[in-house]
């Protein structure tokens, strides 16, 4: 049995919109890719065949994956939190180490740091949570350790 995550209401719309995707679409242009390699004639020596094959064990994975965080997910409800304390679902504005960045707090499996997307779960994310605008604090890190001040908090967008 798969644990249960926390997601924000766009992290859980993603997953539901990558299942649609891989169901719907997807699953049915790898059968179509399948039914054309086997016209080419011999299985046991078909290229096409077999990265066919490997493809629809990939897309069966992940839905099956998919699914599982789909039926196991809690999604907060982003308006009944206090806007004035860090936690999932809320945008973070702070100075660290002397430079302004904004962060959104979202769950692990939503967590993107190309888009400044930290986990509620990760060493920053755990020691932002439960705090407020004008808290400033020093972070444990493994590469060393991080000065932060809370410039603001709102919700995510």
């Not at 959104?104 to 930290?118: C, D, H, R, T």
């Not at 604090?137 to 991080?146: R, T």
């Amino acid at each position: 049995m798969a644990a249960e995550q926390k997601y924000t209401l766009e992290g859980f719309q993603k997953l539901k919109d990558e299942y649609e995707y891989l169901t719907k679409t997807r699953r049915e242009e790898v059968k179509n890719a399948i039914a054309e390699a086997r016209s080419f004639g011999d299985l046991s020596e078909n290229s096409e065949y077999d990265e066919a094959r490997n493809e629809q064990a990939k897309v069966e994975a992940r839905i099956k994956e998919l699914d599982e965080l789909i039926q196991h997910a809690i999604v907060i409800d982003e308006s009944q939190i206090d806007m004035g304390i860090v936690g999932l679902g809320s945008l973070v504005k702070l100075e660290k180490n002397g430079q302004v960045v904004e962060y959104s707090i979202v769950g692990s499996n939503e967590a993107n740091p190309f888009e400044n997307k930290i986990s509620d779960l990760s060493d920053i994310g755990k020691a932002l949570s439960g705090k407020k605008a004008g808290d400033a604090f020093e972070v444990k890190v493994k590469a060393g350790s991080v000065k932060i001040k809370i410039l603001e908090v709102s919700r995510a967008k």
